[in-house]
T-cell receptor, first 112, second 113 residues
């Protein structure tokens, strides 16, 4: 299995909602990443987990809360988001931190 | 700071060859990667250069010159399906044994019939 999967594909939420994005990989990769991508812009790193421990937090607002329940799963919990948080949220995994990253299809998030 | 520059748009015709350049200013450089992203899709890994020189993978080749802080992606025998955004990405040291990717500004390639 050489795939990173993400759910849901699309998400619309209000500013008072709580929702979660999910990411799964079964490649045995030990590093997992969350990126945010705005239209016509490059992906921006948010968080990195290495061996299920948070190793990088790129000064992301606390309304985004990552979680790595096990080596195959990565969640991003969302709460009290702002309309400017609307973007494509991409999950990626790699054999080790800094190794080639393989991206999931993303969750397109709209905050109303 | 860290920065990577690419041309914003490139247009070419089917069957042609196109080169997408990437210049970077970073500290703790490990290597240069290239990713392709179709509209509405996820970035897909194309190539990685850790050392100077040319790496070839089918129709795609990637080049790196560490002394010039410069690399390029060469696409040959262009096909319509190559129309996409192309990102260079530098692998840099973040701290200790930790490293990360920093993506370039992206180049939108339009292949015309």
């Amino acid at each position: 299995d050489t795939e990173v999967t993400q759910t849901p594909k699309h998400l619309v939420m209000g500013m008072t909602n709580k929702k979660s994005l999910k990411c799964e990989q079964h490649m045995g990769h030990r590093a997992m990443y969350w990126y945010k991508q705005k239209a016509k812009k490059p992906p921006e790193l948010m968080f990195v987990y290495s061996y299920e421990k948070l190793s990088i937090n790129e000064s992301v607002p606390s309304r985004f809360s990552p979680e790595c329940p096990n080596s195959s799963l990565l969640n991003l919990h969302l709460h009290a988001l702002q309309p400017e948080d609307s973007a494509l949220y991409l999950c990626a995994s790699g054999a080790g931190q800094g190794d080639t990253q393989y991206f999931g299809p993303g969750t397109r998030l709209t905050v109303l | 700071g860290q920065s990577l520059e690419q041309p914003s748009e490139v247009t070419a015709v089917e069957g042609a060859i196109v080169q997408i350049n990437c210049t970077y200013q970073t500290s703790g450089f490990y290597g240069l990667s290239w990713y392709q992203q179709h509209d509405g899709g996820a970035p897909t890994f194309l190539s990685y250069n850790a050392l100077d020189g040319l790496e070839e993978t089918g129709r795609f080749s990637s080049f790196l010159s560490r002394s010039d802080s410069y690399g390029y992606l060469l696409l040959q025998e262009l096909q319509m399906k190559d129309s996409a955004s192309y990102f260079c990405a530098v692998r840099v040291r973040y701290g200790g044994a930790t490293n990360k990717l920093i993506f370039g500004t992206g180049t939108l390639l339009a292949v015309q019939p």
